[in-house]
């Protein structure tokens, strides 16, 4: 298949990386017990790998800059009100200390940051 020039909907891609993000968090967190800061990484690494895997191979070529502009924020604004629902659930229980949210940030932010990084044309060029 030639590459397509055409703009993609990164709807999709975004949904995807969402639904990974949900049971990958569940996978790893509840059956695993991988916790933590390192859990978070591996997961939205992955997540991000397989988002710009999936794309290099749908599309077979490097995403436009207004393509990866889109899937970012696509991607960061789902997960961003799956975890202020989260966040909601856990003020419900019991208040959580401002360090505590400010940890639980810096965990949601690194799935859009990941995937930012490996959605970028120097990753894309190293591809053959």
Avoid: C
């Amino acid at each position: 298949m030639p590459p397509s020039h055409q703009p993609v909907a990164m709807l999709r891609y975004a949904l995807i990386g969402v639904v990974a993000a949900v049971l990958l968090n569940v996978l790893l967190r509840s059956f695993v017990k991988l916790g933590g800061v390192l859990a978070t990484l591996v997961i939205a690494a992955s997540i991000a790998a397989l988002m710009a895997l999936l794309f290099a191979w749908q599309q077979r070529r490097p995403p436009t800059r207004g393509e990866r502009r889109r899937l970012v924020w696509l991607y960061g604004g789902m997960l961003a009100l799956l975890y202020a629902g989260l966040l909601t659930m856990m003020t419900l229980q019991d208040e959580p200390s401002p360090m505590g949210i400010v940890i639980f940030i810096l965990h949601y932010l690194a799935y859009p940051l990941l995937a930012q990084l490996l959605f970028s044309e120097r990753i894309f060029k190293r591809a053959p």
